[in-house]
Nanobody
Framework: QVQLVESGGGLLQPGGSLRLSCTGS????????IHWFRQAPGKDREFVAA????????SYADFVKGRFTASRDNAKNTVYLQMNSLNTEDTAVYYC????????????????WGHGAQDTVSP
């Protein structure tokens, strides 16, 4: 089973950009679609974006369309989330999750999670 580690979180001002990485180890990375979720304080974990096993199919939550881009490099066992035009509402812990057979956007469908990366957008 693959293990996931997120990196790239940080503190930035509104309008800024950030790229998160999700790197897998211990398993066959390209067997898994990778989904990004986020959780803000006091809120449920919500779907952000997803990229299929080969990288050819992507899905985004409406609130990030046109601002966030998911991609993957299976040679590096890594999926990326490029986040542009960030605003304070994007402040959250961002998690990546893996599933070998589901394209679900419900967090409850996933058993494999990274530890999360904090992204704080503040004036």
């Amino acid at each position: 089973q693959v293990q996931l580690v997120e990196s790239g979180g940080g503190l930035l001002q509104p309008g800024g950009s950030l790229r998160l990485s999700c790197t897998g180890s211990g398993g066959t990375f390209d067997r898994y679609s990778i989904h990004w979720f986020r959780q803000a304080p006091g809120k449920d974990r919500e779907f952000v974006a997803a990229v299929s096993r080969g990288g050819g199919t992507k899905s985004y939550a409406d609130f990030v369309k046109g601002r966030f881009t998911a991609s993957r490099d299976n040679a590096k066992n890594t999926v990326y989330l490029q986040m542009n035009s960030l605003n304070t509402e994007d402040t959250a812990v961002y998690y990546c999750a893996a599933n070998p057979s589901s394209w679900a956007i419900q967090a409850s469908e996933y058993d494999i999670w990274g530890h999360g990366a904090q992204d704080t957008v503040s004036p």
